[in-house]
């Protein structure tokens, strides 16, 4: 849109850029700022319109953005192009991720690169590598208390070890996930130091109170993330003599976005690492970005604008490059973070999955579909130009973020239900075999979440422990299947390392005074190559899932109907033990799949004629893409053998 007040305001803003920048070849930068200024201007205006430098603040922000330009290589403006023709390209069946730790998987970045024909025969063509920045010594959040943003910890690597990390897998055609923490710092920043020996301009970079007057007021609205480790939101700073809002723990400082110098560095640092070669930038605790007295201090709409704005700016310089949110919150909540108002995302493209993830484990937890199918159901479309990343387990712990209706519409007490689960995951309810452990138990409001690894929470654990195969059998079938799921969900499939293998919850972290109390480490194990190399070998736990896996995988890329183009519609289904839904081509309507689960541990079966017009499923005709054969069926009835799964097509 073309508007005379910021339109004048960018013409003085590039007047006023140095005149080494004015003298580059900033082409294709100036058409993309012509194009997004008025949204730029606006939302910056709405953030920081009310200050007195503003104007200077707009022209920091754009040359910040314009010296990111300059430093951009040639390979990747030449992915950014590609990547503005075919737009959609990441909603392509083709893309599998996976979470890694480089130092659990590999012990460092070149052990990473070592590793990529693995994940390559595995199918990964997405690696999201967990944060490897400097950090604090001992505790470090699992890297998530940054001390310096453009540096890696040692121990892991170097600047140029990502950069030839990323060339390499570029060539692999895979893409590099990286994490910015946008939301907070360790306490050993250098900001942090700085605001510590009374600088104020770095004290503005924070929340910090010389009294309680405002952490309490704070404090009667904000939930704790942490309450057995970390209680309250705010931490004393003896050297400093004041209180600095600590959400996460105490010591990471959440940063001041009602700053625009924060807003600005923390730009500068996600082009800077889009700038190294990250195809994806994840960007993290998203939901927590504003805070605002009286309120959870979540899923503000301020935290919103900053997305938006970060997008706006990113695609300017970097618009290959596209963003995850991570925002584990409330179902309806979650979906926002596309961006809301738009047909295209505004804010970021990709986002997790949480709501799927949990309701998985509900049906793991309750053998049936009843509350997947609602929670589903009562989710809204996304966005077309966006995604989920579906995943069952990654690095954090497992929340049981449904929506309390949905619960109640599958006849269970919200309360109640939670309790169940929390008991069923951690082994504690009979005829279960989980063996998660509970977090972040909260005994003011009785929350709960869980940790473990998912070969430990499907059984596997327990199942090996009393060499009952017909347990292990199922905790393998239980394994497959929920992958089958996030496979043929719609979305990027987002697989958490040493899963592929069935790796167990590790419990050395005991051990480590650092990590001792922060459970979470049970399930980010350090990967035993000798026992992945039993998947080489036939028969063996560590064979059967990987292989499982790597086919799945591989005919997920041959599936068009895969891709996510809001080309999913659940079936409402007679029998709770059972998931199914349909997925088209949304170019050609006819052509579609089939997909059904079965979560019982006994076999069940789906009448065929109750499908509607797209009926010609007949048992007769059907063929179940996995195990290229037809499906078991007994007149039009389907059977669905115990935590089995198919992917149906009618396709001869
Ligand atoms: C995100 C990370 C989690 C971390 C938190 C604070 O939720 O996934 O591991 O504890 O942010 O940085
Ligand atoms: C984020 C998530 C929360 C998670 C925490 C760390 O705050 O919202 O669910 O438990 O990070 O584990």
């Known amino acids: 849109m073309y508007e005379q007040v910021s339109h004048s305001l960018l013409n003085e803003i590039l007047d006023e850029l140095k005149p080494e920048v004015r003298r580059q070849d900033l082409r294709y930068f100036y058409i993309r700022l012509g194009a997004n200024f008025y949204a730029i201007y606006s939302l910056f205006y709405l953030l ?52 890694l730790y480089a130092d659990g998987f590999a012990g460092n970045l070149n052990g990473v690169r070592a590793g990529l024909p693995y994940l390559q025969e595995l199918g990964i063509n997405m690696l999201h590598i967990m944060p490897m920045l400097k950090c604090p010594e001992g505790a470090s959040d699992g890297g998530y208390a940054v001390s310096d943003f453009r540096d890696l ?166 618009p290959g490059v596209v963003f995850i949110a991570e925002a584990i919150v409330a179902p309806l909540e979650i979906i926002k973070y596309f961006g809301e108002d738009a047909v295209n995302a505004k804010e970021c493209e990709i986002a997790y999955n949480a709501t799927l ?30 995604t989920w990343l579906n995943y069952i387990r990654c690095h954090d712990d497992i929340g049981l973020g449904f929506d309390d209706n949905d619960i109640i519409a599958c006849g269970y007490n919200p309360h109640e239900h ?82 592929e293998i069935g790796t167990l919850n590790d419990c050395s972290f005991l051990k ?26 036939n028969g063996t736990v560590e064979n059967r899932i990987f292989e499982s896996l790597k086919r799945l995988i591989a005919l997920r890329k041959t599936i068009p109907e895969f891709a996510d183009f809001n080309n999913r519609d659940l079936i409402e289904l007679y029998n709770p033990h059972l998931f199914a839904f349909w997925r088209s081509q949304p170019e050609q309507s006819s052509s579609h799949i089939l997909v059904v689960c079965n979560f019982d541990s006994s076999p069940q079966h789906m009448n065929l004629t109750r499908l509607g017009n797209r009926g010609m499923f007949r048992s007769g005709s059907l063929r179940d893409l996995c195990s290229n054969s037809a499906p078991a069926s007994f007149g039009d009835q389907l059977v669905i053998p115990p935590l089995h799964f198919y992917w149906l097509t009618d396709r001869i």
């Not at 895979?174 to 360790?186: G, I, Q, R, Y």
């Not at 082009?271 to 504003?290: H, M, P, T």
């Not at 929670?375 to 077309?384: A, H």
């Not at 059984?459 to 347990?471: K, N, S, V, W």
């Open 357 to 386: 993830m949990a309701l998985l484990w509900d049906a793991v937890a309750t053998h049936n579909a009843k509350l997947l199918n609602c929670g589903i159901r009562s989710l809204p479309d996304k966005l077309d130009r966006a």
């Open 512 to 537: 480590e005074e650092s990590k001792a109390h922060d459970n979470r480490w049970m399930h980010r194990p350090r990967i035993n190559w000798d026992k992945a190399e039993l998947r080489k070998k």
């Open 48 to 99: 920081y319109g009310k200050r007195a430098d503003f104007k200077e603040q707009m022209v920091k922000l754009v040359s910040v953005m314009a010296n990111q330009y300059l430093c951009r290589a040639e390979e990747l403006e030449i992915t950014d192009k590609e990547r503005e023709k075919d737009h959609n390209w990441f909603l392509n069946q083709q893309w599998v991720g996976m979470a």
């Open 418 to 499: 939670r309790k169940f689960l929390v008991n069923y995951l951690t082994g504690n309810f009979k005829g279960s075999n989980a063996r998660g452990l509970p977090f972040g138990n909260n005994p003011k409001t009785g929350d709960a979440r869980i940790s473990g690894s998912l070969a430990s929470l499907a059984g596997l654990e327990t199942a090996l422990g009393t060499g009952d195969q017909r347990a292990i059998d199922h905790a393998i079938k239980r394994i497959i299947l929920l992958h089958s799921l996030i496979l043929s969900f719609g979305g990027i499939p987002l697989l958490y390392y040493g899963d």
């Open 153 to 318: 910890d040692e121990r892991i690597g170097t600047l140029e070890d990502i950069q030839e990390l990323a060339g390499n897998m570029h060539k692999r055609d895979m893409l590099l996930a990286l994490d910015v923490v946008v939301n907070h710092t360790s306490n050993e920043h250098e900001w942090a130091k700085k605001a510590r020996a009374g600088d104020s301009k770095f004290r503005d970079y924070y929340y910090t109170f010389e009294t309680r007057d405002v952490p309490d007021m704070f404090e009667e609205t904000m939930p704790e993330i942490f309450p057995e480790t970390a209680p309250g939101n705010f931490t004393w700073d003896g050297e400093m003599n004041r209180w600095v809002m600590t959400v996460f723990n105490n010591y990471q400082w959440d940063l001041n976005y009602s700053n625009p110098s924060v807003f600005i560095e923390m730009i500068d640092i996600i082009l800077f690492w889009a700038n190294q070669g990250a195809d994806i930038i994840r960007l993290d605790a998203v939901a927590f970005l504003w805070k605002k007295i009286g309120s959870s201090c979540q899923n503000e709409r301020e935290a919103h604008l900053i997305l938006q704005l970060m997008k706006d700016c990113c695609q300017v310089v970097a």
